[in-house]
């Protein structure tokens, strides 16, 4: 069965402290792995999009990576404006639509 | 422009009303869809739309009924609705669906749907 898993399930970061949420997927020919942000009673944000083991995409202060059976979001030197909750979703092979993990809700304290 | 939009923002309706959400695009995009999020979970799919026909429903009750008039417009028609359809409902909308390729969804802002 396609699984994504997201860990830590919360994250709180002082200013500045550097960090990495994890999304470790079980999916049968992945085509496709999405991370989004959102904020409370809004919209998911659309960041990255990963196709291919090794392959890594930034923006900012975020850089998204993967492997074959995990993608990182890092996150450098975050402000209190990147708190949100950032999702991860993957495409598999079987699958005709979007698998969502639970999400890390970040928060970065001043 | 990455924009998706929905309206109305806010709805709240009793039980035996009848009310539609809208969603409009206008980045050529031929595949649309319908999600309903409640609060601390991540959005559930319920249907999508792939060259203006319905492609993926996923056993959703009968009381929604998507409706998408144009490659632009996407609607959710609702009625005789229960007190837990209460949630954030999110429109999307991605480039196409194909078998091979993947593309990522943009996201509307979501209408806030309150039963009562």
């Known amino acids: 069965e396609d699984q994504v898993t997201q860990s830590p399930e919360a994250l709180r970061l002082q200013e500045g402290e550097s960090s990495s949420l994890n999304c470790s997927y079980t999916?049968?020919?992945?085509?496709?792995l999405f991370w989004y942000r959102q904020d409370p009673g809004k919209g998911p944000e659309f960041l990255f999009t990963?196709?291919?083991a090794g392959e890594e995409k930034e923006k900012e202060r975020l850089k998204a990576t993967l492997t074959k059976k995990e993608s990182f979001l890092h996150i450098t030197a975050p402000k209190p404006e990147d708190s949100a909750t950032y999702l991860c979703a993957v495409h598999g092979g079987s699958q005709g639509n979007l698998i969502f993990g639970k999400g890390t809700k970040l928060s970065v304290k001043p | 422009d990455t924009e998706v939009t929905q309206t109305p923002k806010h709805l709240v309706m009793g039980m035996t009303n009848k009310k539609s959400l809208k969603c409009e695009q206008h980045?050529?995009?031929?595949?649309m869809y319908w999600y309903k999020q409640k609060a601390k979970k991540p959005p559930e799919l319920m249907f999508v739309y792939s060259y203006e026909k319905l492609s993926i429903n996923e056993s959703v009750p009968s009381r929604f009924s998507p409706e998408c008039p144009n490659s632009s417009l996407l609607n959710l028609h609702l009625h005789a609705l229960q007190p837990e359809d209460s949630a954030l409902y999110l429109c999307?909308?991605?480039?196409?669906?194909?078998?091979?390729?993947?593309?990522?969804?943009?996201f509307g802002p979501g209408t806030r749907l309150t039963v009562t």
């Open positions: 999307a909308s991605s480039r196409r669906i194909t078998s091979g390729d993947s593309y990522e969804q943009y």
């Open positions: 980045m050529g995009h031929r595949a």
């Open positions: 999916v049968s020919g992945l085509r496709g």
């Open positions: 990963l196709y291919s």
